[in-house]
Structures are given as structure tokens and as C-alpha cells.
């Protein structure tokens, strides 16, 4: 998907290639033709299957773009799976992922690697997140944002079922795991480093090395106590992106 201006000035999507299991409709400007457009990508079933191997590329020429989902995808066991994000968002572009958490089948196996690379002066923020549902499950998640070529940040996460039991049966008992991630030079009014606190949730905000942006992670006694408090920061990331 390439993202930029129309016609009329507002941002809009100018090219698209679509194949299973995904649909893309043209995207919403809830505030207008200035404000960002908002797609929601829809895929058939929204499940990953063993061997599903999802490839995503978004190219934000200019302009603000969000992408939303309507409701978590289910990634189900019987082998590995993976989910691939290659994304650019070009000088002064402006973009916010904001996706609801995965929901992990017992034995599920989900591997997520996301490659972002940003121009000078642009915006982004990454919303990411997984829970269990009722048993064990494999996760890795690699996240690698540059800007101008140089690495400002590579996440390497990865966890298996025994460990995911063990954190389990701490003290609270967390089964879902969220981060958001801001890489912007602007003054976000309400978001900055510091404890974050929610029913059954968990997290911390901190700033990134080089002053490049923020990072928050945050652990969630379950799926419902961690999608609320994604809610919070998403209602606060689109009126902030």
C-alpha cells in the first residue's frame, strides 16, 4: 500500500496490491480532509494458520496515516507461523499502527518482524501486543526502526511456554504482554516517561536512547485487562498523531 496526497489535498491511498487473506477498503478521514486517514485492513477469518506466512508493505509518502484493526487476530497451534511488516514513512509523513493484541492458541507458534525506516522529520508509533488463550504458546517479536540508514532501535523479543507458565505464576498472574512505541522530535501533550497505570495492568514508560522517542511495556493479568488499557493509549496516540 502507498499512502500520500490526492486530489484534494488529504491524505489518501495511491496505490495498493491486495491478496488472500486480506481486503483494503479506501480508508475514512474522521477529522476531515486535513486530519489522518484511517484504514483498517480486514483479512478472511482473521486467523493465522500453521505455515501462514503474512507480508505487509506500507509506504507513507506524505501525509498522516492510521492503521486500525476491528478486533484481534487469533493465531492458532499446529506449526509456525510468521507475519512480516516492511514499512517507510517518508520526511515529515506521519504514521500510527495501532493494532489490537494477538490472541495465542495453546501451542501456537507466531513469529513477528517488523522493519520500519523513517526520513527526517517523520512520526511514527507502533502498538503491539499478545495474550494467551487458556494454555502455552511460542511468541518472537523483532523490531527494527532506522532513520537516514542509522539504527535507532532494534527489539528482539522471544518467549516460550514454559516461561510464559512461569510468569504466570508470579504474584498477579500476567498472561498478556503489550509495548507501544513513539520514535518523534515533537512534544506529545500527556505521553512522556514514567509509571503507567491500569486495572490488572502493569507498565512503565521510558525514554529511548538518543532521546529518539519513547518506549512503554506493559503486562496484563489477561487479554480484556490489556486491551482496555491499549484502548487508553490509543485514544491518546490519534489525537496525538
Known amino acids: ?62 501525509g498522516h496515516l492510521h492503521l486500525v484493526t476491528a478486533g484481534a487476530g487469533l493465531a492458532h497451534s499446529g506449526g509456525p507461523s510468521r507475519v512480516n511488516w516492511q514499512v517507510s514513512v517518508a520526511a515529515a509523513g506521519r504514521l500510527a499502527m495501532l493494532p489490537d493484541p494477538w490472541v495465542l492458541s495453546p501451542g501456537a507458534q507466531m513469529h513477528q518482524r517488523q522493519e520500519i525506516d523513517l526520513g527526517p522529520g517523520a512520526d511514527l508509533a507502533v502498538m503491539d501486543g499478545f495474550c494467551l488463550r487458556g494454555g502455552g504458546a511460542a511468541w518472537r517479536s523483532e523490531t527494527v526502526i532506522r532513520r537516514g540508514g542509522r539504527i535507532l532501535l532494534r527489539d528482539d523479543q522471544r518467549v516460550d ?81
Open 161 to 241: 511456554p514454559d516461561q510464559l507458565a512461569r510468569i504466570a505464576g508470579l504474584p498477579g498472574g500476567m498472561t498478556a504482554f503489550g509495548q507501544i512505541l513513539l520514535v518523534t522530535d515533537r512534544a506529545l501533550p500527556g505521553i512522556g516517561p514514567g509509571p503507567s497505570d491500569a486495572d490488572g495492568v502493569w507498565g512503565a514508560a521510558s525514554v529511548l536512547r538518543g532521546d529518539a522517542g519513547i518506549l512503554v511495556r506493559l503486562a496484563a493479568v489477561s487479554g480484556g485487562a490489556l486491551s482496555a488499557a491499549l484502548d487508553l493509549w490509543r485514544a491518546r496516540l490519534r489525537a496525538a498523531f
Open 1 to 62: 500500500m502507498r499512502v500520500g496526497r490526492g486530489r484534494d489535498g488529504g491524505t489518501a491511498i495511491l496505490s495498493r496490491h491486495v491478496a488472500w487473506p486480506w481486503s483494503l477498503p479506501r480508508g475514512f478521514r474522521l477529522a476531515g480532509r486535513d486530519g489522518p486517514l484511517t484504514v483498517l485492513p480486514q483479512a478472511a477469518g482473521a486467523a493465522l494458520l500453521p505455515g501462514d506466512h503474512w507480508r505487509h508493505r506500507i509506504a507513507v509518502e506524505d
